[in-house]
């Protein structure tokens, strides 16, 4: 068609397709990363998502040259800082680091100010670890045989600590009790680290945690291990059995944590992000990290990643409904 022929209607079209066309190019950025990427971290300092988003933010800086600006966001199990980045630019510069909980939420929440599918774009799942029973030290001397049957006999009398309510701490332990037919009082805080905290300080008597947050206090003697989730034991911690060798065949919890970014982000900067996280999980430093916290790198992306979210917000789905539980 010879465009000198062509009607107003034919020049609009071409013209919104051109420009399109010229932002596609502008968002393509064959420099990126040229400034500092913020990760949004929906829980404060000194929970297990940070014990794995800040050794990746050392290594994306080694590789990049440039910042991996972590972002702390806490409150309401996680969802603030979900919400916090759903609404920023998708330029390629911001990304967030969910967890588990974030596939919970939806079961636990009325109403959310964010939705994993509409507003973000699954990226990879990072880092995949047990869920650890810990308890203070100070709390019992005896094995797991010991404290169930002391939990048993007091019902109501002993708590938990979790990260929030609705988070995978607080249904890991719904998930417990459930299995166990034991009565335990839930606490919820604004995140794993207010509340590992607590436990080591003796405020609170025991944590359904990710193995994560709370292996560098295991080793140091501030908390105790009775059993970590599962059917085999964890490498990093070879003298705690699992749920299965205690008669908890089906407690299979897993504290997870993924990359997501904001829906416009363009789909080379995913890639890209991508191919970066791959190359960072080959180093030494962030295999000596994910080992030392007893986690693996599953080296689920894109759609992949999305498939395994989808899967998990059914299982916990179930667990809230067969559990009852609720909000604090």
């Known amino acids: 068609m010879n465009p000198s022929n062509w009607n107003r209607r034919q020049w609009v079209q071409y013209t919104a397709a051109a420009l399109a066309g010229a932002a596609s190019s502008a968002w393509a950025d064959p420099n990126w990363p040229a400034k500092p990427v913020n990760l949004v971290v929906p829980f404060p300092a000194g929970g297990g998502t940070d014990a794995f988003a800040r050794p990746l933010g050392v290594q994306f800086a080694k590789q990049t040259g440039k ?31 969910g967890a588990v909980h974030h596939s919970i939420a939806p079961a636990m929440y009325a109403k959310l100010d964010y939705d994993l599918e509409r507003d973000f774009v699954p990226i990879a799942l990072v880092a995949q670890v047990p869920q650890v029973l810990v308890i203070n030290p100070k709390l019992m001397q005896g094995d797991f045989k010991a404290f169930l049957q002391m939990v048993r006999n007091a019902p109501g009398k002993y708590n938990f600590g979790s990260a929030g309510g609705g988070t995978s701490h607080h249904l890991a332990g719904e998930l417990f009790k459930l299995q166990t037919r034991t009565f335990i009082t839930h606490i919820p805080y604004r995140g794993a680290g207010p509340a590992l905290q607590d436990l080591i300080a003796g405020n609170v008597d025991m944590m ?14 501030r908390i105790r291990a009775l059993m970590v989730s599962g059917t085999r034991r964890n490498p990093a911690f070879p003298d705690v059995p699992c749920a299965a060798e205690l008669g908890l065949p089906d407690y299979t919890v897993s504290t997870w944590y993924g990359l997501w970014a904001p829906k416009a982000t363009p789909a080379d900067i995913q890639t890209r992000i ?13 295999k000596a990290a994910w080992a030392a916290n007893g986690a693996e790198f599953p080296n689920l992306m894109g759609a992949q990643f999305g498939q395994f979210v989808n899967a998990e917000i059914k299982r916990w789905a179930s667990v809230v409904k067969a559990s009852g539980a609720k909000l604090d």
Do not use: C, T, W
Not at 81 to 90: H, I, R
């Open 67 to 97: 910042n991996l600006v972590i972002d702390n966001r806490g409150g309401a199990g996680g969802n603030l800082g979900a919400a916090v980045a759903a609404k920023a630019p998708g330029d390629g510069y911001n990304l967030f680091m």
């Open 208 to 221: 359904f945690d990710g193995l994560g947050s709370s292996a560098q206090h295991i080793k140091g003697g």
């Open 274 to 286: 991508q191919e970066e996280l791959r190359k960072a999980a080959q180093s030494d430093e962030m």
